[in-house]
């Protein structure tokens, strides 16, 4: 067999000991008219064969573009000892630390991780990992409702479309209401939460809110008011939940900063690598005074019977395994692997190297705009932003097809991905990081003008 | 001694200098966050360690060598299927191809991970018996919910909204009950019989026009198949109600029991148990979803499409309205697929039943060797499948020791312990599960290792009581690290442990 030991001698040698002719009698407690019928799929492939077959579906995939595709997830320069790392078996072959002598290793990595990204948010406590940014606001979400003992939450048009599906889906389950902020339309905030509708929405005596969720940068790329939105949110007695980028954070004000209670994200930018769609990594961060209502692992500092400093999963009592339909979530597997992926990012580029990327980043998109501004491609919004911004480009869906095949993927349709806003309809939504190259930049504003005139 | 002890290593703060690291990005330009507000930048740096690469790679290592893992060793953790992880998967889901593709990219650049997920998607339904398999839950307790949203939602679609119970045995993973509750459900909790098995009367006596669903383990977390399975689908049905199976275990009953056949409705896998993804410390898992006729149209979206020309595409935001929506962003961890993926085709249908009967030859052979030893309760009498329960209630009696205190002396002799305590419904429960890639020299070790510390407890149990003696640290102040959490590092914390160097 594949990856088993045994021999035809060693089933022997079992089968003997249980006095069995064969296997076949373990398995006479499946009542015979429940039995499977056949299994039909391919023969088993020798590794030669399927390492040549894998080989070629990765290679059916296109990722020799020059990439603008944002959204969400983001290209990084990894260094390479991050991924030797991750591919030391004792890491990556270890169950979640269930026996903490023999498990030293993964929890002060967790524990390590809870320290650098509560850094990185400048709030008190991080979870050990959750599913995905989306999974992550989710949870943000419930979180707010439970501490709150209130049942609906405000979310901005602003977050990522994909969260907000998510929300939605997890709040139907949960018996709980969401309602959505609009954006401000016209004028220098256009694009981001609509500050007057959120106090409106916040000022519903009859049904009060139990969290906000608004995203910096939002889907759009672009700055919102923060500080402003936490203190309306909490002048209505409800949680601020701030959805975070985390590279941003090497240079944007952390949630810490402007009273946000809760924080989540995405952590596939600390390092990980895009694989489409995942195993990503969910940033769920809060204040002391919410850790009760965290959902997910939490590792902690404590000391052995010889009073040697040692890590240890604690507080379990809001989990599953211990509460059962009383727990804080049904959480149980996590990111555990991309959570040390992203620590092992950080403590390689460190504080200074995450401004860098940063601001980099921010600089690339400097020049992205100004390239696609010179072949007459403009922003749609006038609102500050970080390194991703929409443009306006008519026949968005006809011309970034064109641009594919010149090499090109001009970033996302918008009209693709928010049904919502008729701001975006005619849209691309582009951004740029520290791995964006000039040559990339100059190659996609010739493509866009070449594809425009065709 | 030192405060971390001789392996122990020191935190990345600790060894954090001022000045270290850096030169990994080229520098920005110096005006390059001149656009940004200044009320919107961050005033103070967060204080990130400063090292350079010897110091993070060597933190590392050595921080991995207080690792117990399926690479360093034994780990027959019941009901978390720690089976090999074989090397191609690792490298396969690495492939620039694989490991580039961003998930928004267009389909027709994406044809090659779409078309390995639709395959894939093919074959979990052939193992399955289910109709079709969605890809997009994170892990396993993701899938319930997923399963379970669709079960509420194929209900209302009925006019039948009442239906908020689901009923789960008490030996059930904690994940089921919490999922029911995260679903907007009742848990009706249903007691096992004396033979391990539901107990039926009892879930008789709860199945209702409020019952909405069962959620069944099967084989059970006891290790045992459902002798009554059939029955009790029967039942459920009979009552308008729906038949979840908890996938957990399905490592036993590949090729010899396809649940959507059996009349289940829907189902979860787990591919880091069954179809050998590495756990990685806690995750990432991913937890496919199969359904059948009835929740079909439920299904998360997007689903992942092959069109008439042999062209795969994804389904768009708002194409199957009776979708139960979104459960996370993207299409799914398509990295931890693309590792299922490579298992599957590696083992073909032939492959995956020796798997089966070689995981559950092995429990059964290791089970025979406890029992015969006389060393430990065995509780279940007849065959298990691929994990079994021992006890340790009798020997407890005899010399005070514990199930924790013989877990914690199997760490000594260089075995990961089983799952402890569980399930609920066994006092001073062993469960243990060798899988399929474990040598029967591993086997017959890890028995002897076993019987000898039963031995220790009668001889000198506080041999036992006082393990493990060879691990990194002892016995773990786990009350103290709940009752003043220290959950950061803060320059204080180094105060009262101070850095090793």
Redesign the interface.
């Known amino acids: 067999?594949?990856?088993?030991?045994?021999t035809a001698a060693?089933?022997e040698?079992?089968?003997a000991?249980?006095g069995l002719e064969g296997?076949d009698?373990?398995?006479?407690?499946?009542?015979a008219?429940?039995?499977?019928?056949?299994?039909?799929?391919?023969?088993?492939?020798p590794?030669q064969e399927?390492?040549r077959?894998?080989?070629?579906?990765?290679?059916?995939?296109?990722?020799d573009?020059a990439?603008f595709?944002g959204?969400?997830?983001y290209?990084h320069?990894a260094?390479p000892?991050v991924?030797?790392?991750l591919?030391?078996?004792?890491?990556?072959?270890?169950?979640?630390?269930?026996?903490?002598?023999?498990?030293?290793?993964?929890l002060?990595?967790?524990?390590?991780y809870?320290?650098?990204i509560?850094?990185?948010v400048?709030l008190?406590?991080?979870s050990?990992?959750h599913?995905?940014?989306?999974?992550a606001t989710a949870e943000a979400a419930l979180m707010a409702c439970r501490a709150t003992r209130r049942a609906r939450v405000l979310v901005s048009r602003g977050v990522?479309?994909?969260?907000r599906?998510?929300i939605?889906?997890?709040f139907?389950?949960?018996?709980m209401r969401v309602d959505e902020i609009p954006l401000s339309v016209d004028g220098p905030a256009a694009g981001t939460t609509d500050l007057d509708a959120l106090e409106r929405l916040l000022g519903k005596q009859a049904d009060p809110v139990a969290g906000v969720l608004v995203a910096q940068p939002d889907f759009y790329g672009l700055?919102e008011p923060m500080?402003e939105a936490a203190r309306l949110t909490h002048a209505a007695g409800a949680l601020f939940v701030a959805i975070v980028e985390p590279v941003s954070?090497?240079?944007?004000?952390?949630p810490g900063?402007y009273g946000a209670d809760i924080a989540a994200g995405?952590g596939q930018p600390l390092g990980i690598?895009?694989?489409?769609?995942?195993?990503?990594l969910g940033i769920l961060a809060c204040s002391d005074a919410l850790?009760r209502q965290l959902p997910g692992?939490?590792?902690?500092?404590?000391?052995?019977?010889?009073?040697?400093?040692?890590f240890?999963m604690?507080?379990?009592?809001r989990?599953?395994?211990?509460?059962?339909?009383?727990?804080a979530?049904?959480?149980?597997?996590?990111?555990?692997?991309?959570a040390?992926a992203a620590?092992?990012w950080?403590?390689?580029?460190?504080?200074?190297?995450?401004?860098?990327?940063a601001?980099?980043g921010?600089?690339r998109a400097?020049e992205l705009e100004a390239a696609l501004a010179a072949v007459g491609v403009p922003r749609v919004h006038r609102a500050?932003?970080?390194n991703e911004f929409a443009v306006l480009v008519p026949d968005a869906r006809r011309i970034?097809?064109g641009l594919?095949a010149r090499g090109v993927?001009g970033g996302?349709v918008l009209a693709?991905?928010v049904?919502d806003d008729p701001a975006v309809s005619d849209a691309l939504l582009v951004c740029a990081t520290?791995v964006t190259t000039s040559d990339e930049i100059a190659a996609f504003a010739t493509a866009l003008a070449a594809e425009r005139a065709a | 001694m030192s405060a971390t002890g001789e392996r122990l290593q020191p935190t990345l703060l600790e060894l954090s200098r001022p000045g270290r690291g850096g030169s990994i990005v080229p520098h920005p330009p110096k005006d390059a966050l001149d656009r940004i507000p200044s009320e919107q930048r961050r005033t103070v740096p967060p204080a990130l360690p400063e090292l350079n690469e010897p110091e993070v790679v060597r933190h590392y290592v050595n921080l991995s060598q207080l690792n117990h893992a399926v690479d360093t060793g034994f780990y027959p953790l019941g009901s978390c299927t720690m089976k090999w992880n074989p090397k191609l998967n690792e490298w396969a889901a690495r492939l620039p191809g694989f490991a580039r593709l961003h998930p928004l990219a267009p389909d027709e650049v994406a044809q090659g991970t779409l078309g390995l997920l639709w395959e894939l998607e093919q074959m979990l339904c052939e193992i399955s018996g289910m109709r079709a398999v969605t890809l997009q839950p994170a892990a396993g307790a993701h899938g319930e919910l997923c399963g379970i949203l669709m079960i509420r939602a194929y209900h209302e679609s009925r006019g039948e909204s009442e239906r908020r119970e689901v009923l789960v045995p008490d030996s059930a993973h904690g994940t089921n009950p919490a999922t029911a509750t995260m679903a907007g459900m009742r848990t009706v909790s249903i007691p096992s019989a004396a033979d391990g098995g539901v107990d039926i009367a009892a879930f008789r006596a709860a199945l209702g026009p409020r019952s909405a669903a069962i959620m069944i383990t099967n084989p059970s977390t006891l290790g045992l198949f459902e002798r009554r399975i059939g029955e009790l689908l029967e039942a459920v049905h009979d009552v308008g109600a729906l038949a979840y199976m908890d996938g957990a275990n399905l490592n036993a009953i590949l090729g010899r029991f396809k649940p959507g056949e059996a009349g289940f409705d829907v189902m979860h896998i787990n591919t880091h148990k069954t179809f050998s993804t590495p756990h990685g410390g806690g995750g990432p898992g991913a937890g496919p979803v199969g359904v059948g006729e009835k929740l079909l149209p439920f299904l998360p979206a997007p689903r992942v499409l092959r069109e008439a020309d042999g062209t795969y595409r994804l389904e768009a935001a708002d194409e199957r309205p009776t979708s139960i929506g979104r459960l996370r962003s993207f299409v799914g961890s398509s990295g931890v697929l693309v590792r299922a993926y490579a298992y599957l085709r590696a083992h073909g249908a032939a492959g995956l039943r020796e798997v089966t009967d070689d995981a559950v030859l092995a429990a059964n052979y290791l089970k025979h060797r406890l029992a015969v030893s006389g060393a430990y309760d065995i509780p279940f009498d007849g065959a298990c499948k691929h994990e079994f329960i021992a006890g340790a209630s009798s020997l407890k009696k005899r010399t005070g020791v514990r199930t924790l205190d013989i877990a914690k002396r199997l760490l000594d002799h260089g075995f990961h312990a089983p799952t402890i305590y569980f399930p609920l419904t066994v006092d001073e429960a062993m469960l243990i599960e060798p899988t399929e890639t474990e040598s029967l020299e591993t086997l017959d070790a890890f028995a002897d290792a076993l019987i000898a510390i039963a031995r220790e407890a009668e001889s000198d149990p506080s041999l036992v009581t006082g393990a493990p003696h060879t691990a990194p640290v002892r016995r773990l102040d786990e009350a103290g690290a709940a009752r003043n959490p220290n959950l950061r590092w803060r320059a204080t914390a180094g105060a009262l442990a101070p850095c090793p160097d």
């Open positions: 067999m594949t990856y088993g030991p045994h060693d089933r040698r079992m089968l000991a249980l296997v009698a373990l398995f006479s407690d499946i009542p008219s429940l039995r499977a019928t056949p299994l039909h799929l391919d023969p088993p492939e590794e399927l390492a077959r894998l080989e070629r579906l990765a290679g059916r995939n296109r990722t573009l990439s595709l959204a969400g997830v290209r320069y260094p000892a991924d030797q790392i591919l030391r078996g004792e890491w990556y072959t270890a169950y979640t630390p269930y026996q903490p002598e023999v498990s030293q290793g993964t002060q990595s967790i524990y390590e809870e320290s650098l509560a850094e990185l400048s008190d406590v991080v050990a990992s599913y995905d940014g989306a999974a990522h479309p994909h969260y599906a998510a939605r889906t997890y139907r389950g949960a018996g700055l500080a954070l090497g240079v944007l004000a952390p900063a995405e690598a895009p694989q489409y769609g995942g195993p990503y850790v692992r939490l590792v902690g500092l404590t000391t052995d019977l010889d009073g040697r400093r040692a240890v604690t507080l379990q009592a989990e599953q395994h211990i509460r059962r339909e009383k727990a979530s049904n959480l149980c597997t996590n990111q555990a692997l991309l040390l620590s092992v950080l403590a390689m580029l460190g504080p200074h190297g995450l401004r860098d990327v601001a980099l921010a600089a400097a500050p932003y970080l970034h097809r594919l993927l996302l693709d991905a049904v520290e």
